[in-house]
T-cell receptor, first 113, second 111 residues
Framework: GAVVSQHPSRVICKSGTSVKIECRSL??????MFWYRQFPKQSLMLMAT?????????EQGVEKDKFLINHASLTLSTLTVTSAHPEDSSFYIC?????????FGPGTRLTVL | DAKTTQPPSMDCAEGRAANLPCNHS???????VYWYRQIHSQGPQYIIH???NNETNEMASLIITEDRKSSTLILPHATLRDTAVYYC????????????FGQGTRLTINP
């Protein structure tokens, strides 16, 4: 299957700081990327849909000003958690769409102290 | 909301076939059945998908009932590395359509 990478794989930050997570499609062009969040022992929850060159579409209950998404190219989307708080600690996963399948990145573990 | 129902957990002996059921009684005519799995602390991995015919690839087989209201994912010879949470998802056959994850089935392969 196609390869999606995420960076960093793990990040620890202080409360109030901002954290940027990168998602790259390495061997295909992803016009659409998705961002998910997963809390311990729970399923993946879709946060937003990111389309190259346009504004992201956020799911209900997800604050767009807190979770800034940029999809500037067909191979890169970024998620910035602004003014992070301990409750934002989670596993963040991105996915890119190939022709008809979604390929997921390995995830980023965010811990906010 | 997820449109599928799966048992929360299952056990299977190593070397045996693991059969994971999924109910999707409200599936629409243009929706496919997709299966993904997630090994602990990793991103989900695509396994297989199908519309109405049975499908097989190097990882698994997918059996879809004639009325398409349920399906079964079969791992023919389960290994310890198949221990994961398996998600059954229905969606239209289009890459840009979002995947809505349910709770999945936690499959444990026992030695």
């Amino acid at each position: 299957g196609a390869v999606v990478s995420q960076h960093p794989s793990r990040v620890i930050c202080k409360s109030g700081t901002s954290v940027k997570i990168e998602c790259r499609s390495l061997d295909f062009q992803a016009t659409t990327m998705f961002w998910y969040r997963q809390f311990p022992k729970q399923s993946l929850m879709l946060m937003a849909t990111s389309n190259e060159g346009s504004k992201a579409t956020y799911e209900q209950g997800v604050e767009k000003d807190k979770f800034l998404i940029n999809h500037a190219s067909l191979t890169l989307s970024t998620l910035t958690v602004t003014s992070a708080h301990p409750e934002d600690s989670s596993f963040y996963i991105c996915s890119g769409t190939g022709r008809n399948e979604q390929f997921f990145g390995p995830g980023t573990r965010l811990t906010v102290l | 909301d997820a449109k599928t129902t799966q048992p929360p957990s299952m056990d299977c002996a190593e070397g045996r076939a693991a059969n994971l059921p999924c109910n999707h009684s409200t599936i629409s005519g243009n929706e496919y059945v997709y299966w993904y799995r997630q090994i602990h602390s990793q991103g989900p991995q695509y396994i297989i998908h199908g519309l109405k015919n049975n499908e097989t690839n190097e990882m698994a087989s997918l059996i879809i009932t004639e009325d398409r209201k349920s399906s079964t994912l079969i791992l023919p010879h389960a290994t310890l590395r198949d221990t994961a949470v398996y998600y059954c998802i229905v969606r239209v056959f289009q890459g840009a359509q979002k995947l809505v994850f349910g709770q999945g089935t936690r499959l444990t392969i026992n030695p």
